[in-house]
């Protein structure tokens, strides 16, 4: 068994996809990350992809995009000790929470530390409970709304420097698949919510955004998109990076399915 490299994502997709999509829960990131990739007409070099194999079956992979924490799979005990010399250029990793311990010990055999950075947890909606609307009314965001969309966007990340999501994954993209749920109070948009491509019978909720102060718009838009997700995926995901907005998603019926910690590598 080894680890198999690319620079391209569709060959990755190709060789990887049965894997991903035996768990499409466990595998949301890497999936959503991936279809993201292959929909960029200009990408920045540099994304490479990786997939463990044992004869020609995936039994693991990597997913590494420019300005991201590499984002690993579920993984093999086996594949780990040779990850961090296929990692050796990465800073961050995130992996599941019961392999930290594996691959931390991998990566102390190479002379480096990996501290913990962050936690994230992984929930699946069960039994959707939406919180009490504000006034206005939702409706489906068109291409007419780009500009606007574009200009919170530019908002967010101004409020959120260490944030380093693509403007085209969390709104292009998802305009351009009727995922975007906007708030309007008075036929003016007030908040948005978006989320991704449905991949395998699963979406995952994206950006919730107001502009102003509070956030009782961007939450309303965020349960109606959740609504309108469920109506066609078996498993509708959202990630949370607290526990305050895990108890918050518990409390609309999300259950959590897995923990996840982004690592930092550091030399010793």
């Excluded at 392999?99 to 929930?123: E, G, N, S, Y």
Aim: aromatic share 8%; proline share 7%.
């Amino acid at each position: 068994m080894t680890w198999t490299i690319t620079t391209e994502v569709g060959r990755f997709l190709a060789e990887g996809m049965p894997f991903l999509v035996s768990d499409p829960v466990a595998n949301t990131v890497l999936l959503t990350e991936a279809h993201f990739w292959r929909r960029l007409s200009n990408p920045v070099p540099g994304a490479r992809f990786g997939w463990w194999a044992e004869g020609d079956k995936a039994h693991g992979a990597f997913v590494h995009i420019p300005e991201h924490a590499v984002v690993c799979s579920p993984l093999d005990p086996a594949s780990i000790a040779d990850l961090p010399g296929v990692l050796a250029n990465a800073s961050h990793l995130g992996v599941e929470a019961r392999d930290v311990d594996a691959v931390t010990a991998a990566w102390r055999a190479k002379r480096q530390v990996l501290r913990p950075r962050a936690r994230i947890t992984l929930l699946r909606l069960h039994d959707f409970r939406s919180r009490a609307f504000p006034e206005g009314a939702p409706r489906l965001a068109i291409a007419g709304d780009l500009p606007l969309l574009r200009s919170w966007f530019q908002l967010f990340q101004e409020q959120n420097p260490d944030d380093a999501s693509h403007v085209e994954f969390l709104v292009d993209h998802p305009l351009e698949e009727g995922g975007v749920t906007l708030w309007e109070v008075d036929s003016r948009p007030v908040a948005m919510a978006s989320r991704t491509s449905e991949v395998a019978g699963m979406v995952r909720m994206g950006l919730a955004f107001q502009p102003t102060r509070g956030n009782r718009y961007a939450d309303a838009a965020f349960d109606v998109g959740c609504a309108e997700a469920a109506r066609t995926a078996e498993h509708v995901l959202v990630l949370s990076g607290t526990p305050e907005a895990t108890a918050e998603n518990q409390s609309l019926g999300f259950t959590p399915v897995q923990e996840r910690v982004v690592l930092e590598v550091a030399e010793d």
